[in-house]
């Protein structure tokens, strides 16, 4: 069956560190996103792609890289992990605008 | 730009009770509406979603419908079971070619028996 995994599904890092958290999809979608899921603020879009080679910001992407080399992965990078980064991510797909995203379970990162 | 405001919660029931949780939202075009249900230590799944007005997204006993003249979409469920217990989460994709989903902040619901 096709799935998207997401990996570690918890991490602690020390502040300042580079960080990269994977995401993996076998539906062959063409879209794919990222979001962090903090109390208070539901989901934030940090970064998306719509293809290979394509890649775009959301509305919190300082602090965050994405690169798409094909159509199954979109790591997401934290150039230099901050206590605020502290957060659950989720990474999600879909196949047109019209359908529902699939979403990955999760990674809790902890920044000490 | 585009935003989605939701019922603060947690909201708590007692099983079989009549479940709303109320969403409204405000965008520039024609957005397709969605709930979705994230259960504890599990990622969102979808649950409706409707996609022009008067449009009634409905599965597993919940439904909601699509008012552009309030622009809300409220999730309604008649009877709700423990296993209801989750967060809801409110969310539009606009009509226009954007892909990317806006989401309210989430409504935590507490079914007791």
């Known amino acids: 069956d096709a799935e998207i995994t997401q990996s570690p599904r918890h991490k602690i890092t020390e502040t300042g560190r580079q960080v990269t958290l994977a995401c993996h999809q076998t539906?062959?979608?063409?879209?794919m996103f990222w979001y962090r899921q903090d109390l208070g603020h539901g989901l934030r879009l940090i970064h998306y792609s719509y293809g290979v080679q394509d890649t775009n910001k959301g509305e919190v992407s300082d602090g965050y890289s994405v690169s798409r080399s094909n159509t199954e992965d979109l790591p997401l990078t934290l150039e230099s992990a901050a206590s605020s980064q502290t957060s659950v991510y989720f990474c999600?797909?879909?196949?047109?605008?019209?359908?529902?995203?699939?979403f990955g379970s999760g990674t809790r990162l902890t920044v000490v | 730009g585009n935003s989605v405001t939701q019922m603060e919660g947690p909201v708590t029931l007692s099983e079989e009770a009549f479940l709303t949780i109320n969403c409204t939202y405000t965008a520039t075009g024609y957005p397709s509406l969605f709930w979705y249900v994230q259960y504890p230590g599990e990622g969102l799944q979808l649950l409706l979603k409707?996609?022009?007005?008067?449009d009634k997204g409905s599965n597993k006993g919940f439904e909601a419908t699509y008012r552009k003249e309030t622009t809300s979409f409220h999730l309604e469920k008649g009877s709700v079971q423990v296993s209801d217990s989750a967060v809801y989460f409110c969310?539009?994709?606009?009509?226009?070619?954007?892909?990317?989903?806006?989401f309210g902040s989430g409504t935590r619901l507490q079914v007791q028996p």
């Open positions: 999600a797909s879909s196949a047109n605008r019209e359908g529902g995203y699939t």
């Open positions: 539906w062959n979608h063409n879209n």
């Open positions: 409707a996609t022009k007005a008067d």
């Open positions: 969310a539009l994709r606009e009509g226009t070619g954007r892909r990317a989903l806006t």
